[in-house]
């Protein structure tokens, strides 16, 4: 025990204990990275109960993935499910899903495939090069995403996301 144990402040939530570490690598949250060798078939019912883990300790996260070509169409589904069911806490909490695909040519279909599968669940969503650019976007995301917008301000960022 240390002095710094002894203090006055309350005590917080250490989300790295929060989630499986099998699943995900949360030692850098708010930026939380999926572990690629938890992408295994029938990993969806696992994933959820850590999102739902995350979501749980109401505060803003990203998820950090690699895109995975191997992800079974049942997960698939599932997850695509469980993210537009859980809309509004998601829009609470998860400012992003940042999916990073190295490959230059394989970028447009993995941000299709992206799109497609967190349609409806009011997410942000970005396919980057590394993770390097994923680390750097995090904090953007972060700060700029999230919360209630008015009608008008989700018509107008969605007008000029689609300009790009």
Known sequence: ???????????SIDPSHA????????SR????RLRRRAVKPGYAFVWRAQMQRLLALKTPFVI??????????????????WLRSQHAALA????????????????ASTRDAVRIATQ????????VSSM????????VLLKHSGG???????????ALSGAS
């Open 1 to 11: 025990m240390t002095a710094s144990d002894l203090s006055s402040k309350p005590a």
């Open 19 to 26: 989630v499986d570490q099998q699943m995900f690598d949360a």
């Open 29 to 32: 949250f708010p930026l939380v």
């Open 64 to 81: 950090v993935s690699e895109h995975c070509t191997g992800e079974t169409a049942d997960d698939a589904h599932l997850r695509a499910a």
């Open 92 to 107: 609470a909490c998860c400012r992003g899903f940042i999916v990073i695909e190295p490959r230059i040519e394989a970028r």
């Open 120 to 127: 409806g669940s009011g997410v942000r969503t970005v396919v």
């Open 132 to 139: 390097r650019v994923a680390g750097e976007l995090a904090p």
């Open 148 to 158: 209630a917008e008015s009608p008008a301000a989700g018509r107008q960022r969605g």
